[in-house]
């Protein structure tokens, strides 16, 4: 652990990063590590990881993994130090997957909520939970959160590390879904999938006015076979002194409904504790059963907070995870609310859950590592000073000088003769291969050299070791680190390993030279257009591939605008295609967004050697070196098209059919004609918002409780043209404003005066957004208003 004068060294250093403006989401919690004092020790598998906070862990079981998603806790700062965690700025998800419960691979941090989520409506993402179904002979994945207190959002993937989409644009579950009146919190959610294919979902908390022995504020739905629906009316559990923290389980045949106990217990009841109930149904009743673990606080230093678990199954045994301070106790030395990830395994009797005691010793290695398979470098048991990049697609950034990770229970059960490690680097540096800990046996050195941006492999000769070993990688210089494998035979040396020639890292330099008008664009592996998903003519309606239909979803008017560069405009309206907040980045999502021209809607037609019409559609915003892409080479309707590395995959590769009276129309077009394209672009948008209002109207919902009740808002735009900006004046009479999301609140006289945030700011054309809002005292349904 840091202690004294190293903990205060290390706070100073994150104070010194968020001056000079270099801190991230993912704070960085020590450098140069010495003499074996790190945040855990070789005997203690717990916390799960050091290089991130990661509170409100929620982990779904998929093929005999275990995936944790967690709310991203990330530095708030006031006056230049580091402040207590308010919570209110935490728009991530983290995922992190172990097959050992031991080492965990970190997958990244999740954009969910804000103008740089998957769900922009959202104003957080709280306390995530996941699960997975097979739908339409497909494995489809359910990641649900909070959106603060006010609702509960559900996002969906092909695959546990995304990329998340926003299916719904909006809340699957709030304030005005039935069954949901009295609720004081809209959140924590918890999900499980029974045998027979069928989803519940958990949530709720809070505690009315003098209701702590029975608050009654926690629910149970089933979800529609679709789970992004509801199949019925959230039934409310009658769970004694609830607090927060839904989980929901299938043991020993019983159903199992557990949740942390408020700050207000009596009757034998302890505080902020894991308690748990059964029911013979998932719908219940409950009957309450017992304790699973009282608050970290009693176990572990500076721990005492809210609290928060996900009990799971794995390989046979079942496992709790929880979050306690011990990294924030580590690091900084004092309790400011930054939490982290835990696991220890529970003994379960039937449907019996048995006290637990949380440890620093967490559960026993499940499985050893495989060296001869390739091996994430993002798959650690224990670091100093590294950070992780990327999101799915990861890899150790942030190397220094000394710098360290560390696998444990490695299996060289055939010896070891190499290591390859797959490395970005701008200069020279090395990698040390050590065995035990940083100051261990020196097992060999891999040196490394520059790579022109790319990654490349580099491999050197180990000496021979046999048996299950800790190993550990100490970095010389700085560089990007993604992935490692061991040999067992041929030796090694300091130069690349003769792999295959490396892709390309820009698209071809030959531009194509296409006309001004409306055009079809075909992948041409896929064989299918680029098209809006759900015919949807609206800001961050996503783009996909499709079966030729000549609707207007794919329709694209070229429109050259110089330098080779043109954008893509699409039938729907004024929106262009665009890279998502103009990213240089692989996995950058594509949409459609107000056309304004801007580098991220600017695109370039790369002519493919040998072909006569086909291009690789490059980015500006890229600088050229990322492609529109279909996302895993993928040919199935609806598959996500994302911004990529060029590689030369068709994938990658686009065919321009002219729409209007040309030689070429879509392969599988209708059989009724497309009708005739206009023979311009169509206008842009006025620059100017509407400054009256005029045509936008408010529709609102509420649910009261003893003493106080949530308003949830709706700004509806009728006004026929798109309103970029807004302002709402309500009458104080009408609403007593406590909190609030999504918007900006202040005081005027008489009136509160309500303003949008940067990213719910414009209002399409028969679009409309949301907010919500708590107040105290009872509610006036007659809103007093005006825009």
């Not at 009316?233 to 769970?239: D, E, F, G, S, V």
Request: hydrophobic letters at 30%.
């Amino acid at each position: 652990m840091f202690k004294g004068k190293k903990a205060a060294a290390v706070a100073l250093s994150l104070t010194m990063l968020a001056a000079c403006g270099s801190t991230s989401a993912i704070p960085v919690f020590a450098a140069t590590v010495q003499n074996g004092n790190y945040i855990k020790g070789d005997n203690e598998n717990n916390p799960v990881v050091t290089q991130r906070y990661c509170a409100d862990p929620g982990v779904m079981v998929y093929n005999d993994t275990a995936y944790m998603y967690s709310t991203n806790d990330i530095y708030e700062y006031k006056n230049g130090k580091i402040g207590e965690n308010t919570y209110g700025t935490i728009k991530q998800i983290n995922c992190f997957s172990s097959k050992d419960l031991v080492n965990w691979t970190d997958h990244g941090a999740i954009n969910v909520a804000g103008g740089n989520g998957a769900a922009r409506w959202a104003a957080c993402s709280w306390a995530p939970c996941a699960a997975h179904k097979k739908i339409n002979g497909r494995e489809k994945f359910f990641l649900y959160f909070a959106n603060s207190g006010g609702g509960i959002g559900v996002l969906t993937s092909d695959s546990p590390t995304g990329p998340w989409k926003d299916p719904l644009g909006h809340a699957l579950i709030d304030g005005r879904t039935p069954g949901c009146q009295g609720i004081v919190w809209m959140f924590d959610p918890a999900v499980m999938v029974d045998d027979d294919g069928t989803g519940y979902l958990t949530f709720g908390g809070g505690v009315p006015s003098g209701q702590h022995a029975m608050p009654g504020t926690s629910r149970v739905v089933k979800l529609g076979a679709d789970m992004i629906s509801l199949a019925n009316t959230p039934a409310k559990i009658n769970a004694p002194y609830l607090f927060e923290d839904s989980g929901i389980n299938k043991i020993g045949g019983k159903y199992v409904y557990s949740y942390c106990s408020n700050w207000n217990c009596r009757n034998g009841f302890n505080n902020a504790s894991i308690e748990y109930m059964t029911a013979s149904n998932p719908m219940g009743p409950y009957t309450y059963q017992g304790e699973v673990m009282k608050n970290p606080g009693v176990f572990f230093p500076a721990s005492t907070g809210n609290n928060h678990h996900s009990i799971f199954e794995l390989k046979g045994k079942y496992y709790m995870a929880y979050h306690s301070r011990s990294v924030e106790h580590a690091v900084l030395g004092q309790s400011l609310g930054y939490r982290t990830a835990q696991v220890d395994q529970l003994s379960v009797s039937g449907s019996r859950i048995n006290n637990l005691k949380p440890s620093m010793t967490g559960p026993s290695q499940l499985s050893y590592v495989n060296p001869y398979q390739k091996v994430q470098a993002e798959t650690i048991f224990n670091q100093a000073g590294i950070q992780v990049a990327g999101n799915g697609d990861t890899y150790v950034t942030q190397i220094n000088n000394g710098d360290w990770t560390k696998v444990k229970g490695v299996n060289f059960t055939n010896g070891l003769s190499k290591i390859s490690a797959r490395v970005r680097s701008a200069g020279n540096g090395s990698i040390e291969v050590r065995d035990g800990n940083a100051n261990g046996t020196l097992l060999g050195t891999i040196n490394i050299s520059g790579t022109n941006g790319s990654f490349r492999d580099f491999s050197a000769s180990m000496k021979n070791i046999s048996g299950v070993k800790n190993i550990v990688f100490v970095f010389r210089g700085s560089f990007d680190f993604d992935s490692w494998t061991a040999g067992n035979g041929g030796g090694g040396s300091n130069t690349p390993a003769p792999t295959t020639a490396p892709a390309p890292t820009t698209a071809p330099t030959q531009q194509g030279q296409i006309a001004n008008g409306w055009y079809y664009i075909k992948n041409v592996n896929a064989q299918k257009y680029l098209q809006v998903a759900g015919n949807a003519g609206k800001n961050a309606a996503n783009i996909e591939i499709g079966t030729g239909s000549g609707s207007s979803a794919q329709k694209w008017y070229l429109e050259n605008r110089g330098n080779g560069y043109f954008t893509l405009k699409s039938a729907l309206g004024n929106y262009n295609c665009d890279i998502a907040y103009g990213k240089d980045e692989n996995e950058a999502n594509v949409q459609i967004y107000d056309a304004h021209g801007a580098d991220a809607q600017q695109f370039s037609a790369r002519k493919i050697d040998g072909t006569s019409n086909t291009y690789a559609i490059a980015t500006r915003c890229s600088s050229g070196t990322k492609v529109l892409d279909v996302y895993g080479r993928r040919t199935a309707d609806g598959t996500n098209v994302m911004q990529w590395q060029y590689t030369g995959g068709t994938n990658q590769q686009w065919i321009f059919e002219p729409v209007n009276g040309q030689q070429t129309q879509p392969t599988q077009a209708p059989t009724k004609a497309p009708t005739k394209a206009p023979t311009k672009a169509p206008t842009s948008a006025p620059t100017q918002a509407p400054t009256t209002g005029k045509g936008l109207t408010l529709e609102y919902a509420s649910n009261s409780w003893g003493g106080g009740y949530q308003v949830n808002f709706k700004v509806v735009n009728k006004s026929g043209k798109d309103v970029n900006g807004w302002t709402l004046k309500i009458s104080k009479s009408s609403v007593n404003i406590a909190s609030s999301w999504n918007v900006d609140v202040k005081e005027s006289g008489n009136y509160y005066v309500i303003k949008p945030l940067a990213w719910n700011a414009n209002v399409p054309n028969g679009g409309s957004v949301e907010f919500g809002v708590c107040g105290n005292g009872t509610f006036n349904n007659n809103v007093s208003y005006s825009f």
